[in-house]
């Protein structure tokens, strides 16, 4: 596909040999590597085989490549806050990214019972809002209430869903063939990589102390915290591990769909070969830990 090539054909190798020899030229390099991803995720996402799908795409599949779509959104906005140099909004974007790639992923391993049921856990809310409707709820008398009550209503309706058609779902409280979202991660990836990427950002209480200390405090001397509203610098580590969880489902999408060929494979490879080489190259250079609250 001609859109790859382009995108591609700039990292040349006097290019690739000056950025990483620093790390100005790393982060340089990354930047406009990350955002050369993220333009490659839409040119994916957008792929076809006509014969197989001259329009577009069933049911059993939308769920999939909606996922797909999120993720490639997600890369592009991380992108803006990488280059604004502020980790904290992209630690906020990693745990959707993450659960986009683990969960599409899970779907394509388990074929169309999975997807179906991921279809109908999503309207577990929805169901309340008819409940409440049906009991009086004078919300629903407003316009904001009419209107969230059509969108309910037509989304049902759409998929040719009643009320009725729930009871695997209540009976596995809502999760996603009676999983929780860790299990699914450990089936997927594995559950020692649980609490180091997914698990720091998914704590008890949300918006947790931890959190806090991180992101939004700094400690005097004396033992006191005060306010530090300043963005904490990004680099690499805050965008290479997250990627691999997105590389994954692409590859068993594009087979999935019967795209996949050698110019495809050749381009995926690529983005997983640069993705490691940034993070092997930063380790290497990199010093110690920069504390912006110190500095």
């Known amino acids: 596909m001609e859109e790859f090539s382009t995108i591609t054909a700039k990292y040349q190798p006097a290019y690739i040999q000056r950025c990483f020899s620093s790390m100005a030229g790393l982060h340089e390099f990354s930047v406009a590597f990350y ?13 076809k085989n006509i014969d197989r799908n001259p329009t577009g795409f069933s049911i059993d599949d939308a769920p999939i490549l909606g996922l797909l779509v ?40 388990n074929g169309p019972d999975a997807v179906d049921d991921y279809r109908k856990c999503s309207y577990k809310d929805r169901l309340r809002i008819l409940r409440e409707m049906e009991s009086g709820s004078p919300f629903f008398d407003t316009k904001a209430g009419k209107r969230l009550l059509g969108s309910v209503r037509g989304k ?30 450990a089936e ?45 610098p990004a680099d690499i580590r805050f965008m290479a591990p997250v ?8 590859h068993m999408w594009l087979k999935r769909i019967d795209v996949y060929d050698e110019n495809i494979k050749g381009t995926m490879d690529w983005i997983e070969r640069v993705n490691t080489r940034l993070f092997q190259a930063f380790d290497a250079i990199y010093a110690g830990e920069y504390d912006p609250k110190r500095n």
């Open 70 to 109: 999120r993720i490639s959104k997600l890369v592009k906005e991380l992108v803006v806050y990488y280059e604004a140099d502020n980790a904290e909004m992209i630690g906020i974007l990693d745990r959707p990214l993450i659960e986009a790639s683990v969960i599409a992923t899970y779907l394509m391993l």
């Open 188 to 232: 997927v990836e594995h559950d020692d990589l649980y609490p180091a990427t997914y698990g720091i950002m998914s704590e008890s209480i949300h918006g947790s102390w931890n959190e806090s200390m991180d992101w939004g405090l700094v400690r005097n001397d004396d033992g006191t915290f005060s306010a530090f509203t300043d963005p904490h």
């Open 243 to 250: 990627l691999r969880f997105s590389l994954r489902p692409f």
């Open 156 to 185: 049902m309706s759409l998929e040719r869903l009643t009320e009725d058609d729930f009871s695997k779902q209540k009976k596995n409280s809502w999760k996603l063939q009676g999983k929780n979202f860790r299990t699914i991660f």
């Open 35 to 47: 955002r050369d991803v993220g333009d490659l995720y839409d040119a994916l996402a957008r792929l």
